[in-house]
Nanobody, 122 residues
Framework: QVQLVESGGGLVQAGGSLRLSCAAS????????MGWFRQAPGKEREFVSA????????YYADSVKDRFTISRNNAKNTVALQMNSLKPGDTAVYYC???????????????WGQGTQVTVSS
């Protein structure tokens, strides 16, 4: 089992920045693909970003490309999501996920955190 705990959410004005962190514990493995998803009220959970086990390959949803940056530190079992130029449309609960076959699909991830709220005011 892998436990994931997100932190760093909060309230920010449009144009501002936030940095989300996800700490993994338990049977952690640097072989996991780590991903971030988000879910806004009344909407389905959607892919935001993912990073390969080596950190050498990253993926982004078109809606966040050039604004968000994902990174990982395998020595510390952490993954971060730096979010810049935030928009009200980025308001959602953000979830960290881990999976051996992680991709942009939710069902490719085996473990999920409890989520952290990000609210962007206009």
């Amino acid at each position: 089992q892998v436990q994931l705990v997100e932190s760093g959410g909060g309230l920010v004005q449009a144009g501002g920045s936030l940095r989300l962190s996800c700490a993994a514990s338990g049977r952690t493995s640097s072989s996991y693909v780590m991903g971030w998803f988000r879910q806004a009220p009344g909407k389905e959970r959607e892919f935001v970003s993912a990073i390969s086990w080596s950190g050498g390959t990253t993926y982004y949803a078109d809606s966040v490309k050039d604004r968000f940056t994902i990174s990982r530190n395998n020595a510390k079992n952490t993954v971060a999501l730096q979010m810049n130029s935030l928009k009200p449309g980025d308001t959602a609960v953000y979830y960290c996920a881990a999976g051996l076959k992680g991709s942009t699909r939710r069902d490719s991830y085996d473990y999920w955190g409890q989520g952290t709220q990000v609210t962007v005011s206009s």
